[in-house]
């Protein structure tokens, strides 16, 4: 079975990841989201708020895989460069886009009225698309293959909401665990034995230190629940064997 | 005032981190930690647990970094493949080194004793050195401009802790906070118009909303503290006068 698989890249924007100030919370959830859509995040980069280092990272990364997300720097300051560099990356002009101009009026009416700074925040792309921001004033935008989101997590988790659905992807991965007071350098061999014997899935193995003891969590992978339930099964089983108590989903 | 700036990057290894199943810490803690020795993160790439990708990375990054960490990869499972991956990027062989041979033995011996799948953690790219990990078994790995943490958080916090002052560096940078009920694109002029004014700090714009209200915090950031304080002054005095009250640190 050869199956098409549908991967996507994030380049996470901002100083602020960079210094350590700010915890990023947008990977994992970005990660879990294209997972449901039957899309894999390949890879993430982290980089400054400099225009060449967005460039790079972003015609890179969407060369190379079906989708491209970027979140962080669409706000109205000085350090909100990131429309400016993905029109740079593409070789294209940056227009104010009629709908979200209509979008940022309306929602700063009640708000002290629109800025040049606000205006800021309707800057796209020349050709982009808009996406819906359902918490905030200022949009999302689409262009090609890439997704421009906004920093801040739950405003992106309202993008990523509208745009559910709407992305072509493969089968979702099914993920199960197991999980167990083991040592996993006491079963490593048992563990690839498991992956190896079940082609096309990935087994993750994820230790843990709690309550003064050694455990781990084992997580099998694939788009192939069946092959993912049976694999489960025989290392279940396997574990079982050595003399492991093995609970089911994880402890 | 031209002085020279230290970087590093990272490279964080690990389906888990990709899959969503994990919320990756060791960006903002190694961040952090880099900051106190005057070292600036300069990128971060999270890749999957894939020989090529991780090659990638190692040498795109350490070319042009001072320092390259990676986290993530170097326990005993078939899933751990950081040191030999790293030791092709390199181009050099993996062998087991004598006193992370010895440190594990020593650690094992009341834990049931060293096995092949243990042993495997004494495995380093031919010529590295060995960092010290005062939490578990396993040491990190120094070999050239690189260094090779856990993955797990607080193990890799003690490695770091093993390497505080031991890498040179720049100043420290410093930042400093402060923060208000304000709406960032009110102020965009204002903070454009203080990093200008003074040239060498990085001003960065957090907004918020928090009991129903917009507030925004300014981080003023450079190695030299007494600029950062001129800005910081200047830029409080500026807010001030257009109306806003604000908090010193922030909000």
Not at 198 to 204: P, Y
């Given at each position: 079975?050869?199956?098409r698989i ?15 100030r ?6 994992a959830?970005?990660?879990?989201w294209l997972?449901v859509q ?6 993430v980069?982290?980089?400054?708020d ?26 109205p300051t ?13 070789g ?7 709908k979200?101009v209509a979008?940022?009026?309306r929602y ?26 359902r ?7 689409r ?9 801040v ?8 909401d509208a745009l559910?659905?709407t ?5 979702p991965?099914?993920s ?8 996993e350098?006491?079963?490593?061999d048992t563990l690839?034995a498991a992956?190896?014997a ?7 193995s994820?230790?843990f ?6 455990g ?6 694939s788009?192939?629940?069946?092959l993912v ?10 574990l079982?064997e ?6 089911a989903?994880?402890?």
């Open positions: 079975m050869s199956e549908w991967t996507a890249a994030l380049v996470v924007i901002g100083d602020e990841i960079l210094s350590g700010t915890q990023d919370k947008n990977v959830q970005i990660a879990a997972n039957g899309i894999r995040l390949a890879e980069r982290v980089v400054a400099r225009e060449e280092a967005i460039v790079e990272a972003v015609n890179t990364l969407r060369a190379r895989n079906d989708y491209l997300f970027t979140t962080g720097g669409i706000g000085h350090d909100d460069i990131t429309v400016d560099a993905i029109a740079a990356a593409l294209v002009g940056v227009e104010h886009h009629p979200a979008t940022l009026e700063y009416e009640t708000r002290g009225g629109v800025t040049e700074a606000r205006l800021r925040m309707a800057r796209v792309p020349a050709g982009a698309d808009l996406i819906e921001n918490v905030s004033g200022a949009p999302g935008i262009i090609d293959n890439i997704f421009i989101m906004a920093g997590p739950h405003i992106t988790a309202g993008m990523l559910t659905g992305l072509e992807g493969g089968r991965v099914v199960k665990s197991i999980g167990g007071w083991v040592a350098s006491e079963v490593a690839r992956e190896k079940h082609d096309g899935v990935a087994i993750g994820y230790p230190f709690r309550e003064g003891r050694v781990a969590n084992f997580v099998v992978r788009p192939d629940e069946a339930d049976r694999c489960l099964a025989d290392l279940t089983r396997a079982e050595a003399g492991y108590a093995i609970t989903g994880g402890i």
